[in-house]
């Protein structure tokens, strides 16, 4: 068995060759080949040896490929597709909302694991994936072949009624996924009356970053309070109560005066008029943002690899092996486990998706009993947080990760402390998986 010391051991070894790394249109600064750098980090290992390809840069994505090399050294050839030239931060992009962050200071690029890590980079969509043959095709034709496959696409959107159009989608962005949409959606914010509304909307669990939305409830409302006298922030919730850290939410839901709805269903959007239509009855605004219901991003369903609600991809949580697809692994948001979608967790499942194929490029059995563990701050108002943690353990009686000591913990109230320490936890978080 190849135990975590012997790793460590081997990581410590100078003077290991690396293969140099494949290129295609990544930001220039990003260019520069540093083969003693990867040589400080990714040993030469014998007898572990194979060819993966992982689809999707992000949280999930990224971190494996990172640990696949310096866990598995310089015999495992890693290849990662992304179809953007830098990474975006969905963590901390509801601060973009309250003028505190802006998308820029979110965004990560691939430099470090190209350079340091020697792994091959591609910029590119993948749209097909075929399990059989084990290959992939990227939409300019490049075929790659793997041994193994890690999918973290991260998510996409159900369409809702009234957001059909890319005009609609832009009166009414969702910004769940970090980028030009959060700073539209910053300006759109900011731009509003005095006395003005904002109405947003959560989908029905399970969607990405559980406390998520709460939080940017909060964020916007305190921003409001403090610039838009008699602003209104209206919570339309299709859940039947707050999905993470409920007193911290309620606390500060109560402060900032958010009107918040359970079980609220979108029936349709008119973007004309600014009003959404729900079971509830029609809200109008000034601006809305509606959230909507989501599944695991297209790669995994156009290619018919979503057997769980057709949404999700179900998984072995030793591998993160799709439990009908062999030799592809799914991580992160798109995969159907019992742990939250959020990018601490993507984080955790892509070491123990490293772990498990090193472990079987050596002929050795995945790590029987796997722990992971989540963290997540939020902030409450401009310079206080809150926190919610858990642990999880392999249960093998149900094959699933379950929370060790039945339940997560909640920080007991929000702090300045917490909001310090969640600019720490966030920097170390994107270090371990882009630095
Ligand atoms: C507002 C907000 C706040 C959040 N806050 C937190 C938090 O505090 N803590 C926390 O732990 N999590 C948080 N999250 C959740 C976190 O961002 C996600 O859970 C995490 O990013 C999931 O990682 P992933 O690898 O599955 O997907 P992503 O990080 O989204 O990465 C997916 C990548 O795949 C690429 N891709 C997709 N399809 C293809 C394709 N066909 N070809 C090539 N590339 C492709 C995409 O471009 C993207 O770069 C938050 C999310 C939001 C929206």
Same mark, same amino acid.
């Given at each position: 068995?190849i135990k975590? =010391?012997d790793?460590i *051991?081997l990581?410590?070894?100078?003077g290991v060759g690396?293969t140099?790394a494949?290129?295609?249109?990544?930001?220039a600064?990003?260019? @520069?080949?540093?083969t003693s750098a990867?040589a400080?980090?990714?040993p030469?290992?014998?007898?572990?040896?194979?060819?993966v390809?992982?689809?999707g840069?992000?949280?999930g994505?990224?971190?494996?490929?990172k640990y696949l090399?310096?866990?598995?050294?310089?015999g495992?050839?890693v290849?990662?597709?992304?179809r953007?030239?830098?990474?975006?931060s969905?963590?901390m992009?509801?601060?973009?909302? $309250?003028?505190?962050r802006t998308v820029q200071?979110?965004?990560y690029g691939?430099?470090n694991?190209?350079n340091?890590?020697?792994?091959r980079?591609m910029?590119g /969509?993948?749209v097909a994936?075929?399990?059989?043959?084990r290959k992939?095709t990227?939409?300019?034709?490049t075929?790659?072949a793997?041994? *193994?496959?890690v999918?973290?696409?991260?998510?996409?959107?159900?369409?809702?009624?009234g957001?059909?159009?890319a005009?609609a989608?832009?009166k009414?962005p969702?910004?769940w996924?970090a980028?030009q949409?959060?700073?539209a959606?910053?300006?759109?914010?900011?731009?509003m009356?005095? $006395?003005g509304?904002?109405v947003?909307?959560?989908p029905?669990?399970?969607y =990405?970053c559980?406390?998520g939305?709460?939080?940017?409830a909060?964020?916007?409302a305190?921003?409001l309070r403090r610039? *838009?006298?008699?602003?209104?922030?209206?919570?339309?919730?299709?859940?039947?109560?707050?999905?993470?850290?409920?007193?911290?939410f309620?606390?500060g839901?109560a402060l900032h005066?958010?009107?918040?709805?359970?079980?609220a269903?979108i029936?349709?959007?008119?973007?004309?008029s600014?009003s959404?239509?729900? /079971?509830l009855?029609?809200?109008?605004a000034?601006?809305i943002?509606?959230i909507?219901p989501? =599944?695991a991003?297209?790669?995994?369903?156009?290619?018919?690899l979503?057997?769980?609600?057709?949404r999700w991809?179900?998984? $072995?949580?030793?591998?993160?092996?799709?439990?009908?697809?062999?030799?592809v692994?799914?991580?992160?948001?798109?995969s159907?486990?019992?742990q939250?979608?959020a990018?601490?967790?993507?984080n955790?499942?892509?070491?123990?998706?490293?772990?498990?194929?090193?472990?079987?490029f050596?002929?050795?059995?995945p790590?029987p009993?796997?722990?992971t /563990?989540?963290?997540c701050?939020?902030?409450?108002t401009?310079?206080?947080?809150s926190?919610?943690t858990a642990?999880?353990?392999?249960d093998?009686?149900t094959?699933?990760m379950?929370?060790?000591?039945?339940a997560?913990?909640?920080?007991?109230? @929000?702090?300045k402390d $917490?909001y310090?320490?969640?600019?720490k936890?966030?920097?170390t978080l994107m270090?371990?998986s882009?630095a």
């Amino acid at each position: 068995m190849i135990k975590r =010391r012997d790793f460590i *051991k081997l990581l410590s070894s100078a003077g290991v060759g690396m293969t140099a790394a494949g290129w295609s249109g990544f930001a220039a600064a990003d260019k @520069r080949r540093t083969t003693s750098a990867a040589a400080a980090v990714v040993p030469t290992i014998a007898g572990v040896k194979g060819r993966v390809v992982v689809i999707g840069g992000g949280m999930g994505g990224a971190t494996v490929a990172k640990y696949l090399r310096m866990w598995g050294g310089t015999g495992v050839d890693v290849t990662l597709v992304e179809r953007e030239p830098v990474y975006t931060s969905n963590i901390m992009s509801n601060l973009v909302l $309250n003028g505190q962050r802006t998308v820029q200071s979110l965004q990560y690029g691939y430099g470090n694991l190209a350079n340091k890590y020697g792994i091959r980079m591609m910029q590119g /969509n993948v749209v097909a994936i075929d399990p059989v043959g084990r290959k992939i095709t990227l939409a300019d034709g490049t075929l790659l072949a793997y041994d *193994k496959l890690v999918l973290s696409p991260g998510i996409d959107f159900e369409t809702v009624p009234g957001l059909e159009t890319a005009e609609a989608q832009a009166k009414v962005p969702h910004a769940w996924k970090a980028g030009q949409q959060t700073t539209a959606l910053r300006n759109m914010i900011a731009a509003m009356p005095n $006395n003005g509304a904002f109405v947003m909307s959560i989908p029905a669990a399970p969607y =990405r970053c559980p406390p998520g939305p709460y939080e940017r409830a909060c964020v916007v409302a305190d921003w409001l309070r403090r610039n *838009k006298p008699g602003a209104r922030v209206i919570v339309l919730d299709a859940n039947p109560k707050i999905m993470a850290e409920p007193n911290a939410f309620l606390e500060g839901f109560a402060l900032h005066g958010i009107q918040y709805y359970t079980n609220a269903v979108i029936d349709h959007v008119d973007t004309g008029s600014m009003s959404v239509y729900t /079971n509830l009855g029609r809200v109008d605004a000034n601006v809305i943002n509606v959230i909507p219901p989501q =599944r695991a991003g297209a790669v995994i369903t156009d290619n018919g690899l979503a057997d769980v609600g057709g949404r999700w991809t179900g998984v $072995n949580v030793l591998t993160y092996e799709a439990n009908h697809i062999a030799g592809v692994h799914v991580i992160g948001d798109a995969s159907a486990t019992t742990q939250p979608k959020a990018g601490h967790i993507a984080n955790q499942e892509a070491k123990v998706c490293a772990d498990a194929m090193v472990r079987a490029f050596a002929g050795k059995n995945p790590d029987p009993s796997p722990v992971t /563990n989540s963290s997540c701050y939020s902030p409450i108002t401009a310079d206080t947080a809150s926190w919610l943690t858990a642990v999880f353990g392999f249960d093998a009686a149900t094959g699933t990760m379950k929370v060790v000591g039945g339940a997560a913990t909640e920080a007991a109230s @929000r702090s300045k402390d $917490n909001y310090e320490e969640m600019l720490k936890w966030f920097n170390t978080l994107m270090s371990d998986s882009f630095a």
